[in-house]
């Protein structure tokens, strides 16, 4: 079992900087691919970044390209989302995704709420 422990939420101003972090526990945390998802009230949850098991490739939602830079340390089972120029709209619940990259086998975290005031 895979455990995953989000940290870094909080209120920031439009225009301000977050960076959340995922801790993960259990498994072997290079097999996976990792991952960020938010759900704001009412909406569907959606994919913001992934990084790959490797580290080197990575992908990012059309809203937040440019603004937001995942990484991951592998040495320390860790995954971070450095969000710049926040918007309102980026107010949600960010999760932490894993998924094994050969078995697909995927656990989430339990999220970390990121509020962005006007």
């Known amino acids: 079992q895979v455990q995953l422990v989000e940290s870094g939420g909080g209120l920031v101003q439009a225009g301000g900087s977050l960076s959340l972090s995922c801790a993960a526990s259990?498994?072997?945390?290079?097999?996976?691919?990792m991952g960020w998802y938010r759900q704001a009230p009412g909406k569907e949850r959606e994919l913001v970044a992934t990084?790959?098991?490797?580290?080197?490739?990575?992908t990012y939602a059309d809203s937040v390209k440019g603004r937001f830079t995942i990484s991951r340390d592998n040495a320390k089972n860790m995954v971070h989302l450095q969000m710049n120029s926040l918007k309102p709209e980026d107010t949600a619940i960010y999760y932490c995704?894993?998924?094994?990259?050969?078995?697909?086998?995927?656990?989430w975290g339990r999220g970390t709420q990121v509020t962005v005031s006007s």
């Open positions: 990084v790959k098991w490797g580290g080197s490739i990575t």
């Open positions: 995704h894993a998924r094994h990259r050969l078995t697909e086998t995927n656990w």
């Open positions: 259990g498994g072997t945390f290079s097999s996976y691919n």
